[in-house]
């Protein structure tokens, strides 16, 4: 468990669930548009960000890892830039497991083995060769488009679901469909070299205090033999709002290297 939330949470997800697979065409019926179109599009995408100070949020989730299934219900929440707390629970609210990500540390508690884990932020980047930052995750985990700044120049179309936008990003080669309100509704990240690859799928939209989020999100995650498949249904939304993100490891709990 706590091996599958490093890998899972460097690749932008806390924890969700397996189900079938969504369909989006990234090819069919695109048509090319100037680069001043490409432009506005790329400004309208950041324009339309998700923006928060504070993000709290409740889902009802499964997990498929491998060929194990888990029925969870994961609670997150989020300081903008400084902290990602994620508590899971399992049958009849007791927690399993609880997670704490700040721009310096990750920290994992595994309640089922009495056992911790504490290692430097850093420590994710073997899994993605440096590639996604705490940013990124955050950006990831509410249904935002990860920063393109370091990307070259994307490939841009229209298509009858919106906006078809493709490219590299250092390491990694992504593809995103964005809706006509420019908000995603399909990520899909490769890391060829280091045999990883994420697809998100965002769905059913829903307006809190003025801000859309996806309340149903499905992702799945390929790291060498190790498979994440999951899904996100959140019952409950909260933005800036003061947090608490109680983390303490029990004194008789073992650490794990």
Not at 63 to 78: E, F, L, P, S
Not at 133 to 161: H, T, Y
């Amino acid at each position: 468990m706590i091996k599958a939330v490093f890998v899972g949470v460097i690749w932008g997800v806390a924890l969700s669930c397996t189900t079938k697979k969504s369909t989006v065409t990234m090819h069919a019926g695109e048509k090319e548009v100037s680069r001043t179109e490409q432009s506005r599009i790329l400004q309208q995408v950041a324009v339309n960000q998700l923006q928060f100070t504070t993000f709290s949020g409740r889902a009802k989730s499964k997990i498929t890892i491998n060929q194990d299934d888990y029925d969870v219900t994961a609670t997150i929440r989020m300081e903008q830039d400084k902290a990602i707390w994620i508590s899971v629970t399992a049958l009849m609210g007791i927690e399993i497991g609880r997670v704490l990500i700040t721009p310096d540390s990750v920290n994992v508690i595994n309640r089922l083995q009495s056992a911790y884990v504490s290692k430097p932020f850093g420590y994710l980047h073997e899994f993605t060769r440096g590639e996604l930052s705490f940013s990124d995750l955050q950006q990831l985990l509410v249904g935002n488009v990860v920063d393109l700044q370091a990307a070259k120049r994307p490939e841009l179309r229209i298509n009858d679901q919106g906006y078809a936008i493709r490219g590299r990003r250092n390491e990694f080669a992504y593809s995103l469909q964005i809706n006509a309100d420019y908000r995603p509704t399909y990520i899909r990240l490769e890391d060829e070299i280091g045999n990883q690859q994420m697809e998100t799928y965002y769905e059913d939209y829903q307006s809190y205090a003025e801000h859309e989020f996806p309340n149903h999100m499905k992702i799945s995650i390929r790291a060498n033999a190790w498979k994440l498949q999951s899904e996100m249904q959140f019952s409950r939304i909260v933005y800036d709002e003061p947090l608490d993100m109680p983390f303490r490891v029990p004194v008789k709990y073992k650490e794990i290297q």
